[in-house]
């Protein structure tokens, strides 16, 4: 069964402290991992996809890498307007085309 | 380019009626797929359709639920009997085939008094 954990739950910086989410997981040949954005009462919006260990993706402050147990999303001199939950998914090579999810990770940037 | 669209964004339902949720895809994408996320969960997968074919609903409880995405309109959520447990945000991505990302839409938030 596929699996993806998150850390930390929740992580509190202050404006421009730099700082990386982990994703792990456990996967039967992995056909993309996916991080997505989050806010309150809205939908995921769709981040990065990569593919194959050693890829990175980056837009903004925001930058994704990965390797064969776990990706990170690195957040650089980040702002306000970056609090949101980040979500990382995967979907596995069994067959099946749904995504599989982490739980999240709560960030919280302040001024 | 509108994005993936739900409604009802609200609904409430007592318990023993049915909820119908509706899910109508960006444009030119074909591939529909259904979420639920619980409070203090993670989204969680429940189907997938293609127009007029259901292609994996390995998700889906087995009783009470049901799934459809006709050649016309939109992909409804079909939810019999709503018992309290069924409260959750059930969200609908879809992509323009396979193996690509999903664009979710904003939800529909059923709530089961």
């Known amino acids: 069964e596929d699996q993806v954990t998150q850390s930390p739950e929740a992580l509190r910086l202050q404006e421009g402290e730099s700082s990386s989410l982990n994703c792990s997981y456990t996967?039967?040949?992995?056909?993309?991992l996916f991080w997505y954005r989050q806010d309150p009462g809205k939908g995921p919006e769709f981040l990065f996809t990569l593919y194959s260990a050693g890829e990175e993706k980056e837009k903004e402050r925001l930058k994704a890498t990965l390797t064969k147990k776990e990706s990170f999303l690195h957040i650089t001199a980040p702002k306000p307007e970056d609090s949101a939950t980040y979500l990382c998914a995967v979907r596995s090579g069994g067959g099946a085309d749904g995504l599989t999810f982490g739980k999240g990770t709560h960030l919280i940037i302040q001024p | 380019n509108a994005g993936v669209m739900q409604n009802p964004r609200h609904l409430v339902r007592r318990r023993g009626q049915e909820a119908r949720l509706r899910c109508s895809p960006m444009?030119?994408?074909?591939?529909v797929y259904w979420y639920r996320q619980l409070p203090e969960e993670g989204l969680k997968f429940m189907v997938y359709l293609q127009k007029e074919n259901i292609i994996d609903e390995s998700g889906m409880p087995k009783e009470r639920f049901s799934a459809e995405f006709p050649k016309e309109g939109p992909s409804i959520l079909r939810i019999q009997q709503v018992v309290r447990g069924d409260s959750a945000a059930y969200f609908c991505?879809?992509?323009?085939?396979?193996?690509?990302?999903?664009?979710f839409g904003p939800g529909t938030r059923l709530t089961v008094t």
């Open positions: 991505a879809s992509s323009p085939g396979t193996g690509g990302e999903q664009y």
């Open positions: 996967v039967s040949g992995l056909r993309g």
């Open positions: 444009k030119g994408h074909s591939h």
